[in-house]
């Protein structure tokens, strides 16, 4: 069974500051590795899909690389802003498993001004 | 356009009740999930639906969670005699098979 880690559980930063999300998962596997943001009361936001053959994706200050093998992804934030405050999700997609996501806890994010 | 959206946003009920919830896709989309989140966890799948079939529901935790998409499009996933350990965000979101589902706002339930 699919498990996915995200660590730190929560962060908080100032305003400036270029950070590192980490996500882990137990089964390489995967088809595709994607990053969500999620603000309180609301649904999912994708940010970035990395397919199981890149190594990463880039949207503006976001970059997000995939270590398929190793069962590794980061999210790099560069210059975090206060409108970065959110929680971030990892999800995996099996390609054995057709199209669920399995999602990691979040890693819980605050920029401070 | 319009993105996905789900009723009711909120929803209290006591134990032993029956709810529906209503998810309403993007259009054209042909794939549709459920997920359900419970505080400060990520989403869990619940089940996924291609066209009118439901093509994976492995993630239904019993049988007391049904649902359905009749004409595929709008669904709505159904709990009996609801549970206070059903209290929880379940998000629907919606997929043209190109990767991305996009997400609903999700309806926060609340059994009493």
């Known amino acids: 069974k699919q498990e996915v880690t995200q660590i730190p559980a929560a962060l908080s930063v100032p305003e400036g500051e270029n950070l590192v999300l980490n996500c882990s998962f137990t089964?390489?596997?995967?088809?595709?590795l994607q990053w969500f943001r999620q603000d309180p009361g609301k649904g999912l936001t994708s940010l970035l899909l990395i397919q199981s053959s890149q190594r990463e994706q880039t949207s503006g200050r976001l970059n997000a690389s995939l270590d398929k093998s190793s069962g590794r992804s980061t999210l790099y934030i560069a210059a975090s802003q206060p409108g970065d405050s959110a929680t971030y999700l990892c999800a995996v997609r099996q390609g054995t498993s057709g199209s669920r996501l399995t999602f990691g806890e979040g890693t819980q994010l605050t920029v401070n001004p | 356009g319009a993105g996905v959206s789900q009723t009711p946003s909120n929803k209290v009920t006591e134990k032993g009740k029956y709810v529906e919830l209503r998810c309403d896709p993007i259009?054209?989309?042909?794939?549709l999930y459920w997920y359900r989140q419970s505080l400060g966890q990520g989403p869990e799948f619940l089940i996924y639906?291609?066209?009118?079939?439901?093509?994976?529901d492995s993630g239904l935790p019993n049988d007391r969670f049904f649902a359905v998409r009749p004409e595929g499009s709008v669904s709505t996933l159904k709990i009996q005699r609801t549970e206070r350990g059903d209290s929880a965000v379940y998000l629907c979101a919606s997929s043209n098979n190109v990767e991305t589902q996009y997400f609903g706002p999700g309806t926060r339930l609340l059994v009493l």
């Open positions: 259009s054209g989309h042909t794939a």
């Open positions: 639906f291609q066209g009118t079939g439901a093509a994976d």
């Open positions: 089964d390489s596997a995967i088809y595709n």
